[in-house]
């Protein structure tokens, strides 16, 4: 059986749900996790901090993690694992391992930037078009007046401009590079791009530019603390029912991972 990677030492802990690392962060130990990549442990300026990657993790990003191949292997070096579908939570107790907190995208991704101004850092935007942008940029600058935007970028470049917008978001040196859709490759831009980034918080999020523009409803803090995000997302999407055979899979996959003490 192959061995796991080790959690990361800034995580408060970490369990694996079918060989698939997931990190539990009570929300009152958020702040303090995000400072300690920032700052050492006398409040100075942490010269040594590394690239910090964040995943928000679904159940269909679960079972894509279980490949091998260059997804899992950016999973397997994630700085934090967030879950975000309550069959997550309930997997890991279907297995009897401790409980990890799920968070809702939107509102972790607040609480995130909210953090980030109490210290005035700063953000980079990349993903959505030219308007969505100037209107997130926009609304973050009411919301958050202290954070400062060093920078943002439609994710339509080509694959020849990459090298200078990878350096341009080396220059600017924001506290949290925050993606989203549009950008080549997802999350995984972030992953072939890790050691020209500079060393912030990296966070991709599919449809945050959306909603922060307020071209997309989310599903209501009811229905995610339910579990049925996944129905409202299946009305905007019908093609999403698709996704009962993984779902279906998921739960063969924890039945039989129960029964034979696997993981």
Same mark, same amino acid.
């Given at each position: ?85 309550? /069959? ?6 279907? *297995?009897?391992? /401790?409980?990890? !907190? ?30 969505? *942008? ?6 973050? &600058? ?7 935007? !060093? ?12 090298? !200078? ?9 924001? &506290? ?20 020209? *980034? ?7 999020? /599919?449809?945050?530019?959306? !909603? ?33 055979? /993984? ?17």
């Amino acid at each position: 059986m192959a061995v796991e990677k080790e959690p990361s030492p800034v995580t408060r802990g970490r369990i694996s749900l079918l060989r698939v690392p997931i990190d539990i962060i009570p929300p009152d130990d958020l702040q303090e996790i995000v400072c300690r990549q920032f700052f050492d442990t006398q409040g100075r300026e942490n010269e040594d901090r590394q690239g910090f990657n964040i995943v928000l993790m679904s159940i269909w990003d679960l079972l894509k993690a279980r490949r091998a191949g260059e997804y899992r292997d950016f999973i397997m070096k994630a700085s934090m694992i967030i879950p975000i579908s309550k /069959s997550q939570i309930t997997g890991a107790r279907f *297995l009897k391992k /401790s409980t990890p !907190v799920r968070y809702m995208p939107f509102h972790f991704i607040i609480n995130l930037l909210s953090i980030l101004e109490t210290h005035e850092f700063t953000v980079y935007l990349m993903g959505g078009n030219e308007k969505i *942008l100037r209107r997130v940029e926009n609304n973050i &600058h009411q919301t958050f007046p202290r954070l400062r935007i !060093v920078g943002r970028c439609k994710p339509s470049f080509g694959r020849q401009e990459e090298p !200078v917008i990878v350096e341009a978001i080396r220059k600017a040196a924001p &506290h949290l590079f925050l993606g989203g859709r549009g950008i080549r490759g997802g999350e995984l831009w972030i992953a072939r791009n890790d050691t020209g *980034l500079n060393r912030g918080i990296r966070l991709w999020c /599919s449809d945050i530019f959306d !909603v922060f523009a307020e071209k997309r409803s989310r599903p209501g803090e009811k229905i995610f603390n339910l579990g049925l995000e996944a129905f409202y997302y299946c009305l905007k999407n019908p093609l999403r029912f698709f996704r009962v055979f /993984s779902y279906i899979r998921y739960k063969f996959l924890l039945l039989f991972y129960r029964l034979f003490n696997k993981d």
